[in-house]
């Protein structure tokens, strides 16, 4: 009897298999020709002084036309200098600064979109940075596929110490999920960071972003084109299309960012996604109520070890594959480790999600 809970691990190898199987068959996408398509990029930021330069000077040096691009910096209310940064940086590129119309990083987006000239529009954030051929990537991408979302990758810069590797360790993870859900035509998440759809599919789609939730732009996004019979969303693999954005400096901030990243899942309506989360979550469930008994009984003890064995299964494929096409692999070092505090990790967020109250 002690056995029979473990088929409860069934579902989540056989979701994270299927995902596992699809990313074997991405491709790295290589530009082809020379792009003519504008493009407008609209990075949403609100006190980033410190940081916007950076992002700024990485667009700034960008291989494309610069009659086919334009940057859009959308000020969020910001109370330092990151308007005055924005409206004075010198670029080849027009970079146009403009004030929020609302308030909150929709409403930004809305803001910059709006007065866009590009039919093809690229969110990025005000803490990342980008390679030369990054615009020239995903325009020549859409293009070659014509699609109407493109899913681009998003990778943490490093920093020192075992919390540093913890954190790119779990986001290539999430990159995986992305990108295989993507390849097998079921995308559950995306990341605004690196984010490229056509204009009109925006304004198709913009009243569904469920402006009352202040995250969850991108994948309110996602979830409402994935309705739409019409649209063709599609994930792009370059190395030259990713887009570096910054780790979390602390624990408390890292926190902080899984409170904001799982605030919005009560409001997810796509299926698939909501049977993923549902899932993964039971399984995590299940392991730490698995560890529970074990303390109290040995008899349980044999158990949780094949559920984490089978749990790590997919786990490990996922993330070998990832940490592979993104030269990482130094970090499968910490899997074991990982997969054992994982658990305890995403329980101590969600307990943290609930009990502190959102600011």
Request: aromatic share 10%; proline share 5%; glycine share 6%.
């Amino acid at each position: 009897m002690h056995w029979l809970p473990a088929i409860l691990i069934l579902p989540y190898l056989v979701l994270l298999l299927k995902i596992f199987r699809s990313l074997l068959k991405i491709k790295p996408f290589l530009i082809k020709g020379n792009p003519s398509t504008n493009v407008s990029v609209v990075v949403a930021c609100r006190n980033e002084q410190e940081k916007l330069p950076a992002l700024l000077e990485s667009l700034s040096s960008q291989d494309y036309s610069t009659h086919l691009c334009e940057i859009i910096v959308v000020n969020d209310n910001s109370d330092d200098r990151t308007f005055d940064i924005a409206s004075s940086f010198k670029s080849n590129i027009k970079i146009t600064a403009v004030n929020n119309s609302g308030s909150g990083k929709k409403k930004a987006l809305e803001t910059g979109i709006n007065i866009a000239t590009g039919s093809l529009i690229i969110t990025t954030d005000a803490d990342c940075t980008t390679g030369k051929n990054w615009i020239r990537t995903i325009a020549s991408f859409y293009e070659n596929r014509k699609p109407d979302l493109i899913i681009c990758p998003v990778m943490l810069k490093p920093i020192p110490g075992v919390f540093g590797k913890f954190q790119e360790l779990e986001f290539l993870s999430l990159q995986g999920i992305t990108a295989g859900s993507a390849k097998n035509g079921n995308g559950t998440i995306c990341n605004g960071a690196n984010l490229a759809f056509t204009k009109d599919a925006y304004l198709n789609h913009s009243g569904n972003l469920k402006s009352g939730i202040r995250s969850g732009d991108d994948i309110f996004l996602l979830h409402s084109m994935k309705k739409d019979p019409n649209s063709k969303i599609l994930w792009l693999e370059s190395g030259d299309a990713l887009a570096i954005a910054d780790s979390s400096p602390t624990i408390p901030a890292f926190f902080r960012q899984r409170k904001r990243w799982i605030s919005k899942s009560s409001s997810y309506s796509d299926s698939y996604t909501i049977l993923l989360g549902i899932v993964t979550f039971v399984t995590i469930l299940f392991l730490v109520s698995l560890t529970a008994a074990a303390f109290f009984n040995s008899n349980f003890i044999p158990v949780l070890l094949i559920v984490l064995i089978i749990k790590s299964i997919p786990d490990f494929l996922i993330l070998f594959n990832t940490t592979i096409r993104y030269n990482k692999i130094r970090l499968m070092n910490l899997f074991i480790p990982a997969q054992l505090v994982y658990p305890f990790y995403v329980i101590g967020v969600v307990v943290y999600s609930v009990i502190i109250p959102e600011t």
